[in-house]
């Protein structure tokens, strides 16, 4: 059973450049979850994707944007990069079962903003 | 806004001791859930226990528990007969009850476990 899966394992982009992320989920699940995760911080929610449609979103400005797929998988866009953007960006996915979304990480994409 | 909150940046401990690692967090919700998660150096974020705010029994997992002393809104992570493998960052995690299910994490313990 794969679990969550990233792509790339690592990026290097300068300022102004735009980015995109991508995000299988684990086998079976149907929901996807960003986090980004600063140097020595823990992860902040970026937002979260069920259904093709944005559910929910975290304190992040709009160059911070995404798409689910018809299969459950997603990717996450920044344009407009800053050198702040510079992180691990890590994608968890989850099925709502009985109440508690347990969520499955993937192990990041590190991007650097030069 | 709920927040959590851990106040030990770095800890060590030696092989086969036990070591406790803390967490607060602040919440006005009845309906919740707490984690501790594990993220070694080769950074992929491991689910290492979880609690239900609505239980009053501490969860186990083998060598890891949790003393969840809901008043007080503390949730620390006991971690018996320390291993090697056990060294990595440590983070406490809240979850709103419901449809959101968004992780709300703390700033992590690093955890260095001494031959």
């Known amino acids: 059973d794969a679990g969550v899966t990233q792509s790339p394992t690592h990026l290097i982009k300068t300022r102004g450049q735009q980015v995109t992320l991508r995000c299988s989920p684990k086998?079976?699940?149907?929901?996807v979850s960003w986090y980004q995760q600063a140097l020595g911080q823990g992860p902040q929610f970026i937002f979260q994707?069920?259904?093709?449609?944005?559910?929910q979103r975290g304190n992040f400005p709009d160059r911070f944007s995404g798409h689910q797929f018809p299969n459950y998988s997603s990717e996450l866009n920044v344009n407009a990069l800053l050198l702040g953007d510079s992180a691990l960006y890590l994608c968890?996915?989850?099925?709502?079962?009985?109440?508690?979304?347990?969520?499955?990480f993937g192990p990041g994409t590190r991007l650097t903003v030069l | 806004a709920q927040t959590v909150t851990q106040s030990q940046p770095e800890m060590s401990v030696q092989e086969a001791e036990t070591v406790t690692l803390s967490c607060t967090y602040d919440?006005?919700?009845?309906?919740?859930?707490l984690f501790w998660y594990k993220q070694p150096p080769s950074r992929q974020m491991i689910l290492v226990i979880r609690?239900?705010?609505?239980?009053?029994q501490n969860a186990t997992e083998n060598r890891f528990s949790v003393n969840f002393q809901k008043a007080a809104k503390s949730f620390s992570l006991k971690i018996s007969d320390s291993q090697l493998g056990d060294t990595a960052m440590y983070f406490c995690?809240?979850?709103?009850?419901?449809?959101?299910?968004?992780?709300?994490f703390g700033t992590g313990t690093l955890l260095a476990v001494q031959p």
């Open positions: 968890a996915s989850s099925l709502v079962r009985g109440g508690l979304d347990e969520q499955f």
């Open positions: 086998s079976g699940h149907d929901t």
């Open positions: 994707y069920y259904e093709e449609e944005e559910r």
């Open positions: 919440t006005s919700e009845n309906n919740y859930y």
């Open positions: 609690q239900e705010a609505y239980k009053q």
């Open positions: 995690a809240f979850m709103k009850g419901g449809a959101t299910n968004k992780l709300i």
